[in-house]
């Protein structure tokens, strides 16, 4: 395998699992909110289209960098799912179902996973 294919990859699985994330929330924020069995005003359509470029922007930015730049993508990346991870937390017993919570937490440890994997990759091909 040629130097660096692991960890293209990595990264493009979590580009591919957050692009889909954030321009789902983004193209069709009710749908996507009613799947984690959530309701939708003006307001939180407005918040859901802000994450949703937030999570397109941490989708593109690991795949238009390498090296260390694409390790600092990552890194935010992953600070990111901890913040949504600790706001669910927060927040789950607002207005939050046991469903909904295990839903968010479930999209947040497979982003967190696939971006600890191609964390790892990344690093793993900058050392050489």
Excluded: N, Q
């Amino acid at each position: 395998m040629r130097r660096g294919g692991h960890a293209d990859r990595a990264v493009k699985a979590i580009s591919a699992f957050r692009a889909f994330g954030g321009l789902a929330i983004w193209i069709v924020p009710d749908l996507t909110v009613r799947t984690y069995g959530g309701t939708m005003d003006s307001g939180s359509r407005l918040l859901g289209r802000l994450a949703g470029a937030r999570e397109t922007a941490l989708a593109v930015g690991p795949l238009l960098s390498d090296g260390e730049d694409r390790r600092r993508w990552l890194g935010l990346g992953l600070a990111c799912d901890a913040a949504d991870a600790t706001a669910t937390l927060i927040g789950r017993g607002d207005d939050m179902s046991p469903m909904s919570a295990a839903l968010c937490f479930t999209t947040y440890a497979v982003s967190a996973a696939l971006t600890s994997a191609a964390l790892r990759s990344v690093s793993r091909s900058v050392r050489r």
